[in-house]
């Protein structure tokens, strides 16, 4: 079955420590792929998109993801962890249907 | 440009009350989306639409109802509502998903059923 998993639920990095946000697809076809952050009471807001222009995309925020077809993976990466990035992250994923399919979500912390 | 308008942002009900959560999008998107969000299990699709008059079930619709009379309004009704309802409701528009277009997402309603 076509799937998206996030490893960790939680993650918590240092003040200007590396981000890294894992993100699994299950699928014969490589679909198209999102990441979305979500701060607290708020919706979901586009942090990037997999565009199959370039492997590695740059979205808003200084975070970035790479796409690599062997592994069926699409982590997000931000290289120095700010306060203002304390959110929960998703991956979706479009397996070419009208439905995304989203992952169960990674609420990232920062440590001062 | 205002995107996806979700009202009431809060709402309280009495368990077998009913209400309607209404979403109305000013982008002339085609496809509008309700999710539910539970803590630590992701959204889940409730029911979506392709377009006017077009609507579909999603993963989990049982207790919902929607309707898709205009393409701004995608309103979401819950007839009798149950605790299992409590939860963070999103409704979300996209052009097309037949491609790399994103949704856009509702600051959605927070509802607990007591």
């Known amino acids: 079955a076509q799937s998206v998993t996030q490893l960790g639920s939680h993650v918590s990095v240092s003040e200007g420590a590396l981000v890294l946000l894992r993100c699994n697809y299950s699928s014969s076809v490589p679909p198209y792929l999102f990441w979305y952050v979500q701060y607290p009471n708020q919706g979901l807001q586009l942090l990037l998109k997999y565009t199959s222009a370039a492997t590695l995309v740059k979205g808003i925020n200084g975070f970035e993801a790479e796409f690599k077809k062997s592994e069926t993976s699409f982590h997000l990466t931000k290289p120095s962890a700010h306060m203002s990035d304390a959110a929960e992250y998703f991956c979706?994923?479009?397996?070419?249907?009208?439905?995304?399919?989203f992952g169960t979500g990674t609420r990232l912390t920062i440590i001062p | 440009n205002a995107g996806v308008t979700q009202t009431p942002k809060f709402r309280i009900l009495k368990i077998g009350q009913s209400m309607t959560l209404q979403c109305t999008q000013d982008?002339?998107?085609?496809?509008m989306y309700w999710y539910r969000q539970d803590p630590g299990m992701g959204l889940k699709l409730i029911y979506y639409s392709v377009g006017a008059g077009i609507t579909d079930k999603g993963e989990v619709p049982n207790g919902y109802n929607v309707s898709r009379s205009t393409t701004e309004d995608f309103p979401l009704r819950l007839e009798l509502a149950a605790p299992s309802q409590t939860s963070v409701y999103f409704c979300a528009s996209t052009h097309t998903l037949r491609s790399n277009q994103p949704q856009h997402f509702g600051d959605g309603t927070r509802l607990s059923i007591l």
């Open positions: 982008m002339n998107h085609n496809y």
């Open positions: 979706a994923a479009n397996f070419g249907n009208e439905k995304l399919t």
